[in-house]
């Protein structure tokens, strides 16, 4: 299994530009996470799937979308690319179920805004 | 909403040293975490623990779910354990709210 794959591994936007990341798993999750991490700080969630079709808002969602209209993809999207966008963006996932809390992370996305 | 409070922000061991980090919340979790994040940026779930205690080799944690905190102990540390160990916690949903984390450089 290659887990949680992210691409791409690094991008430049100019402010205004529009972007996708995208995020796949191959571990049949049912969960999946969207994360940014700025400099010095913890990571803070922006959307999550609890499966495909359900998608939910997270701690810091606006300026970004989301959709989830496979269990293996779950792609973010930036509209209208904004400097406090720079930041470095986590996916990951988990199965669903009791017991099964444990998330796994791709190896992120540094994004940064001129 | 829930404040995630971890000590110390800074540590620096040599190698084989025992350490001990803390996390604290501001109100009640039953979802709390334990991740490390290596110097190449990966980040790794260490610790499901809403409460009780858990090993795996030389790392252990205890969550003391009434008083609201969680201890991770790093046993013989190790060059490999440096980065940084965050904790996170929730109630009742998958939004996890993250501390702003504990940076550990271990040298041999």
């Known amino acids: 299994n290659a887990g949680v794959t992210q691409t791409p591994k690094f991008r430049i936007l100019k402010i205004g530009q529009s972007m996708t990341l995208q995020c796949t798993q191959d571990m049949n999750h049912n969960y999946m996470y969207w994360y940014r991490q700025d400099p010095g700080m913890g990571l803070k969630l922006i959307y999550y799937s609890v499966g495909a079709g359900i998608t939910d808002k997270g701690e810091v969602p606006n300026g970004y979308n989301v959709s989830r209209s496979t269990t293996e993809d779950f792609p973010l999207r930036l509209e209208l690319a904004a400097p406090s966008q720079t930041s470095v963006y986590f996916c990951a996932s988990r199965p669903g179920g009791q017991g099964t809390y444990e998330q796994y992370f791709g190896p992120g996305t540094r994004l940064t805004v001129t | 909403g829930i404040q995630v409070e971890q000590s110390p922000p800074d540590l620096i061991l040599q190698e084989g040293a025992n350490s001990t980090l803390r996390c604290n919340f501001s109100?009640?979790?039953?979802?709390l975490q334990w991740f490390h994040q290596n110097p190449w940026g990966q980040l790794i779930n260490l610790f499901y623990i809403p409460s009780g205690t858990k090993q795996n080799g030389r790392l252990s944690a205890t969550t003391v779910a009434t008083e609201r905190y969680s201890l991770l102990y790093i046993s013989s540390s190790q060059t490999t354990d440096s980065g940084v160990y965050f904790c996170a916690g929730s109630y009742n949903t998958d939004k996890l709210i993250f501390g702003t984390g504990t940076r550990l450089q271990v040298f041999p």
């Open positions: 109100d009640s979790v039953n979802n």
